[in-house]
């Protein structure tokens, strides 16, 4: 399955990212905190690797692929995508 770039940093704390820099991996892990403007994350420590602060103005770029969600067949890469539409739903939301 390929990878893709994820700019919405915030929307992957609790998943398994590539941080990506000039086109090489350099570090695979854990995504432990993320700056709500997605300017920086924090990669969780890992067997001798340790707790890494990520700053997207360093140049750098989080990947990640697609994972099956439980239940039907779906793939998404984040939370940040849109859920399915229901019919009706547009309707119930004009003037709020």
Sequence with gaps: MAYYCHHAW???VGLVVEVRREGAVVREG???AAMA???ALWIAADGF??????EAAEGYEVWLEPRPLDGKS???LA?????PRRPG???SLVGK
């Design 74 to 76: 779906a793939y998404r």
């Design 10 to 12: 915030h929307d992957l």
């Design 30 to 32: 854990l995504v432990d």
């Design 37 to 39: 403007d997605s300017s």
């Design 89 to 91: 739903m547009a309707s």
């Design 79 to 83: 939370q940040s995508w849109p859920a």
């Design 49 to 54: 690797q340790d707790r890494v602060l990520i």
